[in-house]
T-cell receptor, first 116, second 115 residues
Framework: AQKVTQAQTEISVVEKEDVTLDCVYE???????LFWYKQPPSGELVFLIR??????QNEISGRYSWNFQKSTSSFNFTITASQVVDSAVYFC?????????????FGEGTQLTVNP | KAGVTQTPRYLIKTRGQQVTLSCSPI?????VSWYQQTPGQGLQFLFE???????NKGNFPGRFSGRQFSNSRSEMNVSTLELGDSALYLC??????????????FGEGSRLTVL
């Protein structure tokens, strides 16, 4: 069975600090997809990144970066120079791609608060 | 480009009643999936529809059902409401379904309160 664990329930930082959100996953499939979503107070889940299991390259997008390591089944997310607008709940999710379609298994989420 | 639209945004029902939630996907998207979000259980997959066919179903009782219309709009229904059904129901649309799990675009959700 697939599982996603986000061990950090809440993180509080001061603006401009770097922060890393951890995500560990479990799956028996060799083909799978990993995602990060952001949920602001409005409730809508905002897509941040999708990574397939065959692509272990790290990715950087502006202040955001992701570190995917199959050896440790981790897909961690780093925000550099955090800003107040980054305050939200962040979810890591997994899909076993061949059969799961749009069925994502989400982690519990990490509430990030960035204080001015 | 209009996003995913869910209606109603908020509703209050009493135990035993039924409710129907609606989701209009992004134009051109044929896959619609539904998720339930509660403080205790987190985000859980309900079901997915693609081209009017249910493709996948989560572990929810038969009181939860859905359908998709030819224009890709989807509805989900919960009958005989229980207190535990109080949740944020999120709809997501995607261009593809199947071998390649694409980017899911979520709506703002319908917040259901059962009294």
């Amino acid at each position: 069975a697939q599982k996603v664990t986000q061990a950090q329930t809440e993180i509080s930082v001061v603006e401009k600090e770097d922060v890393t959100l951890d995500c560990v996953y479990e799956t028996r499939d060799t083909t799978y997809y990993l995602f990060w979503y952001k949920q602001p107070p409005s409730g809508e889940l905002v897509f941040l990144i999708r990574r397939n299991s065959f692509d272990e390259q790290n990715e950087i997008s502006g202040r955001y970066s992701w570190n995917f390591q199959k050896s440790t089944s981790s897909f961690n997310f780093t925000i550099t120079a955090s800003q107040v607008v980054d305050s939200a709940v962040y979810f890591c999710a997994l899909s076993e791609g061949k059969t799961s379609g749009s069925r994502l298994t989400f982690g519990e989420g990490t509430q990030l608060t960035v204080n001015p | 480009k209009a996003g995913v639209t869910q209606t109603p945004r908020y509703l209050i029902k009493t135990r035993g009643q039924q409710v129907t939630l609606s989701c209009s996907p992004i134009s051109g998207h044929r896959s619609v999936s539904w998720y339930q979000q509660t403080p205790g259980q987190g985000l859980q997959f309900l079901f997915e529809y693609f081209s009017e066919t249910q493709r996948n179903k989560g572990n929810f009782p038969g009181r939860f059902s859905g359908r998709q219309f030819s224009n890709s709009r989807s509805e989900m229904n919960v009958s005989t409401l229980e207190l535990g059904d109080s949740a944020l129901y999120l709809c997501a649309s995607s261009i593809t379904s199947g071998r390649y799990t694409g980017e899911l675009f979520f709506g703002e959700g319908s917040r259901l309160t059962v009294l």
